[in-house]
């Protein structure tokens, strides 16, 4: 099992900028992906942004927030981020983290491949 907590939403005017953490622990060893989703208040829930945890650490975005959105990962603490920049007022939503040990970064993206573990999630509200 994998448990996931998120940390770092808050509320901020647009334009400002934000860091989402996400700390991750338990069996971790065959995980192959993290990324961080979202949903917004009567909205289906959308993929944000993806990452490969091993070598490379290719990743891949959301069109809405490419250029403004930044996921990394930091292994030595087995954290995820999410560093959000220029925010909109459409980027408010809940925003979770979650990992799977399968999948390729594009189905997982757009939901083809679904996440196998998931946290509860930390709220978004970016006025204007």
């Known amino acids: 099992q994998v448990q996931l907590v998120e940390s770092g939403g808050g509320s901020v005017q647009a334009g400002g900028s934000l860091r989402l953490s996400c700390a991750a622990s338990?069996?971790?060893?065959?995980?192959?992906?993290l990324g961080w989703f979202r949903q917004a208040p009567g909205k289906e829930r959308e993929g944000v942004a993806v990452?490969?945890?091993?070598?490379?650490?290719?990743?891949i975005y959301a069109d809405s927030v490419q250029g403004r959105f930044t996921i990394s990962q930091d292994n030595a603490k087995n954290t995820l981020y999410l560093q959000m920049n220029s925010l909109k007022p459409e980027d408010t939503a809940m925003y979770y983290c979650?990992?799977?040990?399968?999948?390729?970064?594009?189905?997982?993206?757009?939901?083809?491949?679904?996440?196998?573990?998931w946290g509860t999630g930390t709220l978004v509200t970016i006025s204007t």
């Open positions: 338990g069996l971790l060893g065959s995980i192959k992906f």
């Open positions: 990452i490969y945890a091993g070598l490379g650490k290719t990743s």
């Open positions: 979650a990992a799977t040990s399968r999948g390729s970064l594009g189905r997982l993206l757009t939901g083809v491949d679904g996440m196998d573990y």
